[in-house]
């Protein structure tokens, strides 16, 4: 038997491991259950390349828990440790690791300490007041056992084990009792090794499905195997409208699938967010940075080794690595679009009432996605329904809608059934008119007026037709009779006395629409043109 001192000249780890990981306790399971993959997957690949002989057998992974005794075990047929091996990768790894770490980052933000420190099999002691390790080398030596309490000082001695692999035992101190508890367990396996790549059972259920989706190859996979892997994501929701899987290992590795689910036409509280995982390890659902900002409603999972296992916001923000991914996504999702709408623009323009809301988001706040997307951006028209892109909106109306600054100018309605007549005008001065009603369109056009520097909107109602092109000719101050028969015309078909409904141009969004009968809204058109001139 071996006794001694963990060599670090840190008197103690465990306060700064308790103190740091406070809020995140269950991570314990996460990376124990990571070693032991880990273990396992070092031996399979030993194994193909020679270096391991013998069948290898049931490679499975036990969570195992004992009330009574208080403990979980966390057991793996992997490699397992050899006496040196224990010595070197837990006695001094850790700790040398621990002690550069702390002197590198002394003074600075507690906060970001989490995201640099791979804490890893030393997390245990945030759950446990003793930890065994048991464990016997595929190479065939006696097996050992390690025993530390949390301070520097450890046990090392030869011990029996009939089977190669690793027992980690934790000994649960009384703040964490929480973690005897089945329910809890299972709770916590779910969260992170849904997915993990080695069979892992818990109270002789398997807890995890070894090959999802992302892993395998796009030309295995069926559309139903896509919508399976959705339902296994988020059993609740309806079918999403499609997909797109990431499959890139240059630059940087990086695996997924990403749904565009059914949403309705406002920003929902999201719920089932985009999972980042890193070799199949649950990371977080908190994706923000790695996954632009207009995305952020999409669903489903991001898998990548290129980022680390603690996470954490401010090293996010600092990593390399995460501004390319998420311009990656960026233009992948743009690619998928493109393709769908080149390829089936009738499918595409059947989605377009969810799509549209990504897409214009995404034009808005994205200048590199703007590019793209303005080649299958699409508005549909008020009368016909057909869809328009900017190119074809602009071809379709020719030199009739211009301004008198050259500017192309898209006439919108923003509510079709309130403003029929206004767009039956229009339709009839050969105008068309294109439905921009979604919660976004009044920030859409904003935006667009600007971004898209040749182009000018106007309301359907914000002027009769004849004026609604900007024209030297036809600006006028103040309504002809001639318009103002027009105007009346428009309405006669309305029961007298009917109150409408209407927004004036220059009044702020915000203003309460104005609802005005018949001949005040008639005065006040007058009023308008008069104070405003030409518009
Ligand atoms: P990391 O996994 O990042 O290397 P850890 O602290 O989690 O850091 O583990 C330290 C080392 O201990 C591992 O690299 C591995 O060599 C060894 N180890 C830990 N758990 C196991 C296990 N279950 N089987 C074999 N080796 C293990
Ligand atoms: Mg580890």
Not at 322 to 339: G, P, Q, R, Y
Not at 398 to 421: F, H, P, R
Request: hydrophobic fraction near 40%; include cysteine.
């Amino acid at each position: 038997m071996q006794k001694g001192s963990i060599r670090v000249q840190t008197e103690n780890i465990f306060p700064i491991i308790k103190k740091f990981l406070y809020s995140e306790h269950d991570i314990f399971l996460r990376e124990l259950i990571s070693n032991a993959v880990d273990a396992t997957q070092k031996l399979k690949t030993l194994a193909s390349i020679g270096e391991a002989k013998g069948e290898l057998g049931d490679m499975s992974i036990t969570v195992s828990l004992d009330p009574a005794a208080k403990t979980i075990t966390i057991s793996d047929k992997g490699v397992g440790m050899t006496a040196g091996e224990v010595d070197k990768y837990i006695n001094q790894v850790a700790f040398s690791g621990a002690e550069e770490f702390l002197n590198k980052y002394k003074g600075q933000n507690e906060n970001n300490i989490i995201g640099h420190f791979g804490l890893g099999f030393y997390s245990s002691f945030m759950v446990s007041n003793q930890v065994e390790i048991v464990t016997k080398s595929f190479k065939n030596e006696e097996a050992v056992r390690w025993e530390c309490d949390g301070s520097p000082e450890y046990i090392l001695e030869e011990t029996t084990k009939e089977q190669r692999g690793t027992d980690i035992v934790l000994h649960i101190n009384e703040e964490s009792t929480e973690f005897l508890d089945a329910g809890r367990i299972n709770t916590v396996l779910k969260k992170f090794c849904r997915f993990l790549p080695v069979p892992i059972f818990f109270e002789g259920n398997q807890v995890n499905n070894p090959v999802p989706a992302w892993t395998r190859k796009p030309s295995e996979l069926t559309a139903q195997d896509y919508q399976d892997f959705y339902k296994e994501l988020y059993p609740y929701n309806e079918p999403p409208l499609f997909w797109i899987h990431l499959n890139v290992d240059y630059p940087f590795n990086l695996t997924g699938i990403l749904y565009f689910p059914k949403i309705k036409q406002s920003f929902e509280i999201q719920k089932d967010k985009i999972q980042l995982y890193s070799n199949q390890v649950f990371v977080t659902d908190e994706v923000k940075d790695i996954v632009p900002e207009f995305l952020m409603l999409l669903q489903g999972v991001i898998d990548s080794p290129d980022i680390p296992l603690n996470v954490s916001r401010s090293y996010l923000q600092g990593d390399p690595n995460v501004k390319k991914i998420n311009n990656h996504i960026t233009k992948k999702v743009a690619d998928k679009l493109e393709e769908i709408f080149n390829s089936n623009r009738s499918e595409f323009e059947e989605k377009w009432e969810n799509l549209g809301l990504f897409v214009k988001y995404g034009m808005m706040t994205d200048d590199k996605f703007l590019e793209k997307a303005n080649r299958f951006h699409i508005m549909q028209d008020a009368v016909s329904g057909s869809f328009y892109t900017l190119e074809e909106y602009k071809t379709a109306t020719e030199s009739l809608q211009k301004n008198n600054e050259g500017k192309q100018v898209i006439i919108y309605a923003t509510d079709t059934v309130q403003q029929d007549a206004f767009i039956k005008a229009a339709v009839d001065k050969g105008y068309r008119v294109v439905k921009l009603e979604t919660i976004v369109d009044a920030a859409f056009i904003n935006q667009m007026e600007m971004k898209w520097n040749d182009v000018h909107f106007i309301r359907v109602d914000a002027d009769i037709a004849d004026n609604l092109i900007d024209k030297q000719e036809s600006s006028a101050s103040v309504l002809t009779n001639e318009q103002e028969d027009q105007l009346k015309k428009l309405f006669e078909h309305q029961p007298a006395g009917l109150h409408m409904t209407v927004e004036m141009k220059g009044l702020s969004p915000e203003a309460p629409p104005v609802v005005a009968t018949r001949p005040e809204f008639m005065r006040r058109m007058k009023d308008m043109a008069a104070v405003s001139g030409p518009m």
